[in-house]
């Protein structure tokens, strides 16, 4: 009797941890790209064209910059067009909508076409004081934006912004994704936090990192989250977390991420050292 009570602990215990190295992630280095790149902050891939977005902020993240732009990559790492679209102010978070890129402009959103870079509209934020990143809902055409000095996250629908949330338990909120019909929170506490948009009721999905810049889907309710400063996390579904890199003591940021679920490729802006790294995950 004992001896099979053992033995069915063991099989669950060997059964959790085949389960853990299952969802365990790796990252290998592909390429990096030149540093024709000023300050990029975030990567967004687009599925539809086969190509990288890159917001770079050319300067500081302040409203006085106005010469920030957008630039068109390759998934191989050469530049396909330098200033897709410029003239834009501190640009950071991007997100697509149709036909339609969307990019935070410190205190308002800009809306550009796709096809041209053209900036068709340019909507504000009442009271908005640093803009960051951008989620879409696309079934509901809901553009969701944060903002990290106000710990507020916005909803832009229509052209007119309304307010989603505002305060605690938000603090320096940043990160944003639209992922299983639920919109998840990247917190400057580390946290990251689930958002059921019907009710507004916030959720822990994990906790114990700093302060969360990008958040990608892997499937499964897995995650690939960072720190600007330089750490990139793997958050399982269970909540447990692991540090999968760092290279905070080489002054290597990791900002706002994108991801290309096709070939299972991470792209990493680096921020000040100027370049879009990329890593397969195994």
Known sequence: MKKT?????????????????AQSVMLKPLWETDTTL?????????????????ACINGNPTTANKGS???KLGLDG???????????????????????LYVTEMAQVA???????????????DGAKFLNDIAIDIKKGIVYVSDSDDNKIWALTNGKASLVLGDAP???????????DQLLIGNGDG???????????LTTVASGMGGIDGIVALGNKQYLVTEWGGK??????????????DTSKEKINSADIGYNPATKTLFVPTFFHNTVKAYSLN
């Not at 990029?40 to 539809?48: A, N, R």
């Not at 067009?81 to 501190?90: A, M």
């Not at 938000?170 to 299983?180: M, P, R």
């Open 111 to 125: 809306e550009i076409d796709l096809a041209t870079g053209k900036i068709l509209h340019r909507y504000p934020v």
């Open 38 to 54: 000023r300050t990029p902050e975030s990567v967004l891939f687009d599925p539809g064209q086969k190509l990288l977005y890159v």
């Open 191 to 201: 946290s990251l936090l689930r958002m059921d948009p019907a009710t507004r009721k």
């Open 5 to 21: 009570v053992f033995i069915t602990l063991l099989g669950l215990f060997v059964g959790a941890i085949t389960a853990m190295q």
């Open 69 to 71: 732009y957008i630039t």
């Open 78 to 100: 050469q530049v396909i067009q330098l200033k897709f679209t410029d003239n834009l102010n501190s640009t950071k978070g991007m997100g697509i909508l149709g036909n339609k």
């Open 232 to 245: 990139i996390w793997h958050v399982r579904a269970d909540g447990t977390t692991e540090l999968k890199m």
């Open 170 to 180: 938000l603090k320096g909120t940043n990160g944003l994704l639209f992922d299983n």
